[in-house]
Structure formats: structure tokens, C-alpha cells
């Protein structure tokens, strides 16, 4: 049986997903304001390279994350 943290999670899921796209939405318009013709493609791909770095940072400060040695 998952846990209540899981089954929370998934109640949540399509909000959570809407949130990033949001995100991705918020940043790919600041690049479109700041840069004339910006490649869309490569500016999303940068977007979400920084939000992955960003999670994985979050995801080290968790209490009994390991560090990589």
C-alpha cells in the first residue's frame, strides 16, 4: 500500500506539473523580452537545464542526503 505522502503527491500531481510549465513560461517570456530573436528551442532547453540544477540543489539539502564523494 503506498504511503500518505505518495497518495498526496499524486492528488497534486497535475498542479504540480502546471506549476513548471507556469515556471518555464515565466522565464522562456523574460528571455523573449530580453533577447530579440531568441531561439526558442535552446532558450527552453537552458530553462529547464536551471530548473534541474536548481531541484538537484534542493534535493542536497534534504536532511540524510549524501553528498557524492
Known amino acids: 500500500m503506498p504511503k500518505i ?7 497534486h500531481r497535475a498542479q504540480l506539473e502546471e506549476d513548471v510549465n ?3 513560461e515565466k522565464y ?3 528571455f ?3 533577447v530579440p530573436g ?3 528551442a ?4 537552458l530553462i529547464l537545464a536551471a530548473i534541474r540544477q ?4 534542493r534535493e542536497k539539502k534534504l536532511p540524510g542526503t ?4
Open 5 to 11: 505522502e505518495q497518495l498526496e503527491l499524486e492528488a
Open 22 to 24: 507556469d515556471l518555464v
Open 28 to 30: 522562456r517570456a523574460i
Open 32 to 34: 523573449g523580452w530580453d
Open 38 to 40: 531568441v531561439d526558442e
Open 42 to 45: 535552446l532558450s527552453e532547453r
Open 54 to 57: 536548481a531541484l538537484d540543489g
Open 66 to 69: 549524501r553528498s557524492p564523494s
